[in-house]
């Protein structure tokens, strides 16, 4: 860029070396500007040393309480923050715009600067957030810390500035989350000098890597979480310790995976396997049924009949508590030998009964179940009908048919049959049964249907209606009262 040329000369002596009138009289204004622009900058110093007045004088919080107790306010004001999110008006940066004392102690609260969530995009890609990052981790002092990252646009492929700081406080990381692209894993490697990773979350985005594009997460010390989220990411991507893990979520990986994690994790409490794939032939199937002693959750999700019924036969997991069977086949004869292993320990089964052909199926493996207090049944893509409840009331009537069962319920997408709940309420070792239904789009009962449910309110059953977290049902029974006061 060429410089532009001054039109006035530094020194003007056209005038029998003096300046000419318009350069004496730009001189004069040079001058006076400057003055003007020193009582401006005295001005606005006044004017901050006022307004730090105006906030000690008017502040409510600051100074009428001790520094701890208004950092625990700001603490509470503050969940965890996504520092590249621009209408997250909770983020702790908001707090140190308001004034040079809250800056103050907002910067000295650890606390508030423990959480740090990274999701670029194309909008933020001009910013510069190393520093930013740095200083925020910095203010943290030496507590734990909860680092999520999510990148979908690349951002991450030529900022090893970013990473580097991460890895710097990577003796902090106590919940890790890392959602992108499988070539970065092996970036976060973290130091030697140990840490207390507790949580690790590996994910890659929706579109799947290809071989050359995938990496192994394996820090220079080796940590042993005790929660773990993997989806679309492998064991053999993996290295860490699995000694400590508790609990686990898997999800788009082969099933000859999900059976050495199983192996490898002696102390699995929770396991939740969604979307599993057929064998990735890494791992060797096991020719006998794993038995899991610890293992007391099982949730299946949205799994294909045949790895499906490879997991219903080469499990054993005798301490199962709960399982969870959603949007998967019913192989009935397979989920009955499965049932053999924990059939006197397991007290909640929630079953979907979408993909289900006939309702018998479901009895008939209820049957089984003969420790269960707690049952849901669920029905998101069709009605649920009134025969399959008409039916579970007739298997009822013997005792030895669910004879532990305290509560039951109903998580349904469209209509339920309010004309079958009467029914469940007959048996006389049912009157004391809990029932919920639980509607999940906008809730609309006949008038008649509602005398009935009324009806069951009067007779004091334990019955309600649950949509958005309250008791439809309890609050219209007050709405009513209400208008007749």
Same mark, same amino acid.
């Given at each position: 860029?060429?410089?532009?040329?001054?039109?006035?000369?530094?020194?003007?002596?056209?005038?029998?070396?003096?300046?000419?009138?318009?350069?004496?009289?730009?001189?004069?204004?040079?001058?006076?500007?400057?003055?003007?622009?020193?009582?401006?900058?005295?001005?606005?110093?006044? %004017?901050?040393?006022?307004?730090?007045?105006?906030?000690?004088?008017?502040?409510?919080?600051?100074?009428?309480?001790?520094?701890?107790?208004?950092?625990?306010?700001?603490?509470?004001?503050?969940?965890?923050?996504?520092?590249?999110?621009?209408?997250?008006?909770?983020?702790?940066?908001?707090?140190?715009?308001?004034?040079?004392?809250?800056?103050?102690?907002?910067?000295?609260?650890?606390?508030?600067?423990?959480?740090?969530?990274?999701?670029?995009?194309?909008?933020?890609?001009?910013?510069?957030?190393?520093?930013?990052?740095?200083?925020?981790?910095?203010?943290?002092?030496?507590?734990?810390?909860?680092?999520?990252?999510?990148?979908?646009?690349?951002?991450?492929?030529?900022?090893?500035?970013?990473?580097?700081?991460?890895?710097?406080?990577?003796?902090?990381?106590?919940?890790?989350?890392?959602?992108?692209?499988? %070539?970065?894993?092996?970036?976060?490697?973290?130091?030697?000098?140990?840490?207390?990773?507790? +949580?690790?979350?590996?994910?890659?985005?929706?579109?799947?890597?290809?071989?050359?594009?995938?990496?192994?997460?394996?820090?220079?010390?080796?940590?042993?979480?005790?929660?773990?989220?993997?989806?679309?990411?492998?064991?053999?991507?993996?290295?860490?310790?699995?000694?400590?893990?508790?609990?686990?979520?898997?999800?788009?990986?082969?099933?000859?995976?999900?059976?050495?994690?199983?192996?490898?994790?002696?102390?699995?409490?929770?396991?939740?396997?969604?979307?599993?794939?057929?064998?990735?032939?890494?791992?060797?199937?096991?020719?006998?049924?794993?038995?899991?002693?610890?293992?007391?959750?099982?949730?299946?999700?949205?799994?294909?009949?045949?790895?499906?019924?490879?997991? $219903?036969?080469?499990?054993?997991?005798?301490?199962?508590?709960?399982?969870?069977?959603?949007?998967?086949?019913?192989?009935?004869?397979?989920?009955?030998?499965?049932?053999?292993?924990?059939?006197?320990?397991?007290?909640?089964?929630?079953?979907?009964?979408?993909?289900?052909?006939?309702?018998?199926?479901?009895?008939?493996?209820?049957?089984?179940?003969?420790?269960?207090?707690?049952?849901?049944? %669920?029905?998101?893509?069709?009605?649920?009908?009134?025969?399959?409840?008409?039916?579970?009331?007739?298997?009822?009537?013997?005792?030895?048919? $669910?004879?532990?069962?305290?509560?039951?319920?109903?998580?349904?997408?469209?209509?339920?049959?309010?004309?079958?709940?009467?029914?469940?309420?007959?048996?006389?070792?049912?009157?004391?049964?809990?029932?919920?239904?639980?509607?999940?789009?906008? $809730?609309?009962?006949?008038?008649?249907?509602?005398?009935?449910?009324?009806?069951?309110?009067?007779?004091?059953?334990?019955?309600?209606?649950?949509?958005?977290?309250?008791?439809?049902?309890?609050?219209?029974?007050?709405?009513? +009262?209400?208008?007749?006061?």
């Amino acid at each position: 860029m060429v410089a532009r040329k001054v039109l006035r000369p530094e020194r003007c002596m056209v005038l029998d070396g003096k300046p000419c009138s318009a350069c004496t009289e730009d001189i004069e204004l040079e001058k006076v500007k400057k003055e003007l622009e020193i009582k401006i900058k005295k001005l606005n110093n006044r %004017r901050r040393t006022l307004r730090t007045a105006m906030n000690e004088n008017h502040d409510p919080l600051i100074h009428k309480f001790p520094p701890e107790i208004a950092s625990h306010i700001f603490i509470q004001y503050s969940p965890p923050s996504t520092f590249f999110k621009e209408l997250d008006t909770n983020n702790p940066l908001y707090l140190g715009a308001v004034c040079q004392k809250w800056r103050q102690l907002a910067w000295a609260t650890p606390e508030l600067w423990t959480s740090l969530s990274i999701i670029p995009n194309a909008k933020y890609n001009s910013i510069d957030h190393p520093p930013l990052v740095n200083e925020w981790l910095e203010r943290s002092a030496s507590l734990p810390l909860t680092i999520r990252l999510e990148d979908h646009w690349g951002w991450f492929d030529d900022d090893d500035m970013m990473i580097n700081i991460l890895n710097k406080h990577s003796a902090r990381w106590l919940d890790l989350q890392l959602n992108l692209p499988a %070539r970065h894993l092996h970036r976060f490697s973290g130091s030697s000098q140990g840490n207390i990773l507790g +949580r690790l979350s590996l994910c890659y985005p929706p579109h799947p890597p290809g071989p050359s594009e995938f990496s192994t997460f394996s820090m220079k010390s080796k940590p042993s979480p005790i929660v773990l989220t993997l989806r679309t990411v492998g064991l053999s991507h993996v290295d860490i310790g699995w000694n400590n893990l508790t609990n686990a979520w898997v999800a788009g990986i082969g099933v000859d995976e999900c059976f050495e994690l199983i192996r490898r994790a002696p102390l699995l409490e929770n396991l939740k396997l969604q979307a599993i794939d057929p064998s990735s032939s890494i791992f060797s199937i096991p020719d006998t049924r794993i038995v899991h002693r610890q293992l007391n959750y099982l949730g299946l999700f949205n799994i294909k009949e045949g790895v499906l019924v490879q997991l $219903l036969d080469l499990l054993c997991l005798p301490s199962l508590e709960q399982w969870i069977h959603d949007l998967s086949p019913f192989p009935l004869e397979n989920m009955i030998a499965f049932t053999g292993c924990f059939s006197s320990c397991l007290q909640i089964f929630k079953i979907n009964i979408d993909k289900i052909d006939y309702h018998h199926q479901v009895i008939a493996l209820l049957s089984h179940l003969s420790s269960l207090k707690f049952l849901e049944l %669920r029905a998101i893509e069709q009605h649920l009908e009134e025969d399959l409840i008409i039916l579970l009331c007739v298997c009822a009537e013997s005792p030895r048919y $669910l004879p532990h069962l305290q509560s039951l319920e109903f998580l349904c997408k469209f209509n339920f049959p309010w004309k079958s709940l009467p029914p469940i309420f007959a048996l006389p070792r049912w009157q004391t049964l809990r029932v919920r239904v639980k509607p999940l789009l906008k $809730l609309v009962i006949d008038p008649t249907d509602i005398k009935l449910l009324l009806e069951l309110v009067d007779k004091e059953y334990d019955f309600g209606v649950v949509k958005d977290g309250k008791d439809w049902l309890q609050e219209y029974v007050k709405r009513q +009262r209400t208008r007749y006061l």
